[in-house]
């Protein structure tokens, strides 16, 4: 799936540089075996689990850091279709919207545009993953004890990004031709998430139909 995302969208256009693993890490040695698992044609639900004898915070770690690269890869790629006019509040359709809340500046749940929450939610993700604190990199630095709090929480954000997508702007992703291909990503990011149970399932209700 990595080639054809490659090859479907424009990688010139992600909102952030991709997070890289370091060559020689465990965690890129895990990268690599996830990546051969998913090019390998095998069933899905297989491929999100935690192989033998593995870290469960190590596999968590570089699944949120490569969803965070495809889900930047798509929306950067999709955004001339996402605008201030054209998305005015950040919505997966009539029934739901979601606010900006941060430690920083939007204290309080804020209502955004689209591209500004996309803005804001990509910042605030590539700031965690690149902390040390919290996605440690050195061998023997353990996890902190909330890091699965953090990523429930960054993996609920980045859910919202393909709520917004499919009911928002799914006609721009079949004029693309790369429907197969965003529905994959979804299906992959789906089965991991309720495989660890990382998002709460009230946060599905707006694509519950969509894994079948």
Known sequence: MALCLKQVFNKDKTFRPRKKFEPGTQRFELY???QASLKSGLDLKAVVQLPP????NDWIAVHVVDFFNRINLIYGTMSEYCTEKSCPIMSGGLKYEYRWQDDSKYKKPTKLSAPQYMCMLMDWIEMLINNEDIFPTRIGVPFPKQFQQVCTKILTRLFRVFVHVYIHHFDSIIN????AHVNTCYKHFYY???EFSLVDHRELEPLVRMPQ
């Open 53 to 56: 004898g593995e870290s469960i």
């Open 192 to 194: 991991f998430i309720r």
């Open 176 to 179: 693309m031709g790369a429907e």
């Open 32 to 34: 690599k075996k996830a």
